[in-house]
């Protein structure tokens, strides 16, 4: 079994509001129970999420420019603000 890295980090959010402001412990409690829960479920459901993650993955870049050859495009749209201006 390997220990995620979310629990050591819930016990550290823990102390230090344990340190800090103790009238808030049940409130930071009570969060830190919620997230992890949350978490746990994430992982038991981790083989259907990683299908999600693929549908809703960005696209990949393609690359336009060619780093070895000169390119010339076409100019798609021209503004003349005024005749002191070039665009």
């Known amino acids: 079994m390997v220990i ?5 980090l819930a016990l550290l959010v823990l102390a230090g509001v ?6 808030s412990l049940p409130y930071a409690t009570g969060l ?7 978490n746990s479920f994430r ?3 981790l083989p259907a999420l990683e299908t ?7 696209p990949k870049l393609r690359k ?3 780093t070895d050859a000169y390119q ?3 100019l798609a ?3 003349v603000i005024s005749h002191n201006t070039a665009s």
């Open 52 to 58: 999600i993650d693929v549908l809703l993955e960005k």
């Open 43 to 45: 992982t038991s459901m």
């Open 64 to 66: 336009v420019l060619k």
């Open 4 to 8: 995620d890295l979310t629990y050591p």
């Open 32 to 38: 830190v129970v919620v997230l992890l829960a949350i």
């Open 18 to 23: 344990a340190a800090t402001n103790m009238a």
């Open 77 to 79: 749209e021209k503004n």
């Open 72 to 74: 010339n495009f076409e």
